[in-house]
């Protein structure tokens, strides 16, 4: 019996529920309504590892790692406190491996009258919770999410009239009701946005402190095994699992970024740098999106360290935006869309993913070393992921389904509500501009700018045709001439889309040609 068994089995199992408190892996808040007003006596908490949750999208072994392992000590603390509950664990002999179908056998044994659950992160699983309760004839009681600092009935209240929905407005909108950076109605330090200060590139290697990680204790190395032995085919590495799992965790996490990274964050935002995945970022969204640390919690502690000269304006500011702003807006936009959001594919991409995003072996420099990080850590920070990664998948025309898949499965953050609008949305425009004004489509000239990745790659990053052309510039521009016609009306477009059309047209073809042969072999066509 493992040691996580064995401390679960001290304590009393439930055998009777009036209302059944299901905690899911995404919502290990204890302060969450449900556990609130969770009456020991009478009622119960679900947890459920299911291998379907883990295998739904191709899941990268750390983020199955880090969910079971954050569940398992959640519910451990909840034992402690002598709360009743029922833990599937994926291991356990009767496990049917699906949410819905544990679900099911909960009811059937422990005969609640109400179900409970915080409003779950996908579509899916509330679909297959709302499933299970109605076909046991059993009411179920979904409850906002109360982690987030903006609430969906306020999200919609924005958003409703509106003929864009525009983060910039949104995110000033909630300064000023949070009162955050804001005096007398205005931005401290006399903008909203320091974005023009935050485009630093590095031009020698980067002396960056190193992060805190996590240590495995007993209880998560288990599931490391665990995940090792029954996840024999899953992508990704598992050798440095070194995630927060609990609270104490997330809050060292934070304290480090606090103190060691936030001062240079700003600045060196958008860098990259080889063999550098961290730079300055706080790594905050696992534990965040686990509900491990509080948005509310982020925002105060940077904003302290402003106070305090502890660290920039343009840095505070732009952590702020990253979680008060773009993190709370794209979290509206998913439940607001509907759940066809994920399914959609506005630019009618039909590619396949070529192979090197599960392993990173390609001679693009640049994507196996972004891919290379995904691999061995399951994250990424968001430049690698929107300018070089999805950049890539959005140029070479693959399907964003795959490419949301993917994204989804292969990030310890990932979580549907996260990546639909992320990906479908501002990274392959398959939203047709529900999140972003345009695609963010580029080519080298970018990753050239930001990173060293073009130095010593096999390809010329300032060509665009030859066997030796960046594939980034064929793809490019094959992506601006096969969608003028789309984009020659948009006016962010229009500048790149004039310079397609002014391509001599022995040249545009060499481009098509080329970006043909290139997605033949990498296997996208
Ligand atoms: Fe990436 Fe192109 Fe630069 Fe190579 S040359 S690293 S493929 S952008």
């Known amino acids: 019996m493992t040691r996580f068994a064995q401390r679960l089995s001290s304590a009393p199992r439930p055998r009777r529920a009036r209302r059944l408190v299901f905690v899911l892996g995404d919502q290990l808040d204890a302060n969450a309504r449900g556990l609130r007003e969770l009456d020991r006596e009478h009622d119960a908490v679900l947890m459920v590892e299911s291998e379907d949750e883990a295998e739904h999208v191709p899941s990268h072994r750390q983020r199955t790692t880090l969910f079971l392992a954050a569940m398992r000590h959640f519910a451990l603390r909840l034992v402690e406190r002598g709360v009743p509950v029922r833990y599937v664990r994926l291991d356990d002999a009767h496990n049917t491996q699906t949410l819905g179908s544990e ?33 046991a004839d059993v009411a179920v009681d979904v409850h906002a999410d109360e982690s987030f600092t903006c609430s969906l009935d306020d999200f919609d209240a924005w958003a409703e009239g509106r003929k864009n929905l525009v983060m910039e407005y949104f995110y000033r909108e909630r300064r000023r009701a949070l009162d955050v950076l804001v005096k007398s109605g205005k931005p401290v330090g006399g903008k909203w946005n320091f974005d023009e200060d935050n485009r630093e590139a590095f031009d020698e290697p980067p002396d960056v402190p190193r992060p805190y990680f996590a240590r495995a204790d007993e209880v998560t190395q288990e599931v490391v095994e665990l995940v090792r032995r029954r996840f024999p085919k899953a992508y990704g590495k598992l050798e440095h699992f070194r995630w927060p799992v609990t609270p104490e965790e997330a809050k060292r996490a934070l304290d480090d970024f606090i103190a060691e990274r936030l001062p240079r964050f700003g600045t060196y935002e958008d860098a990259m740098w080889a063999g550098e995945p961290v730079l300055y970022h706080s790594r905050l969204s696992a534990p965040l999106n686990l509900k491990l640390l509080r948005p509310h919690a982020c925002i105060e502690r940077a904003v302290e360290a402003y106070r305090a000269g502890a660290a920039p304006l343009n840095a505070v500011e732009g952590f702020v935006r990253q979680i008060l702003g773009w993190r709370e807006f794209i979290r509206g936009v998913y439940y607001r869309e509907g759940s066809d959001y994920a399914q959609r594919n506005a630019l009618q991409h039909q590619g396949s993913l ?8 390609t001679d693009m420099r640049c994507m196996a070393h972004c891919v290379g990080e995904v691999v061995e850590h399951g994250w990424g920070h968001h430049i690698p992921r929107l300018m070089v990664i999805g950049n890539f998948a959005l140029v070479a025309g693959v399907h964003p389904g795959a490419v949301h898949a993917w994204f989804l499965g292969m990030y310890v953050d990932g979580i549907e509500w996260v990546t639909a609008p992320n990906v479908v949305g501002m990274s392959q425009h398959a939203d047709g501009g529900v999140v972003g004004t345009k695609p963010y489509a580029g080519s080298a000239n970018y990753i050239r700018r930001m990173s060293n990745y073009c ?54 073809r060499a481009i098509r040609k080329r970006a043909d042969t290139l997605r033949d072999d990498l296997g996208i066509a």
């Open 103 to 135: 679900l099911a056998r909960a009811l059937e044994m422990l005969d609640p009258e109400r179900v409970v659950v915080t409003r779950p992160g996908e579509h899916r699983v509330e679909s297959a919770i709302r499933d299970a309760c109605g076909k």
């Open 455 to 508: 130095d010593g790659c096999r390809y010329d990053p300032k060509k665009r045709t030859g066997d030796d052309a960046c594939p980034f510039n064929v793809f490019y521009w094959d992506f601006l001439l096969r969608h003028q016609k789309r984009f020659e009306s948009n006016r962010r477009m229009t500048f790149a889309v004039r310079n397609a059309k002014r391509l001599e047209r022995d040249e545009a």
């Open 354 to 361: 070529p192979d090197f995003y599960w392993t990173g072996e």
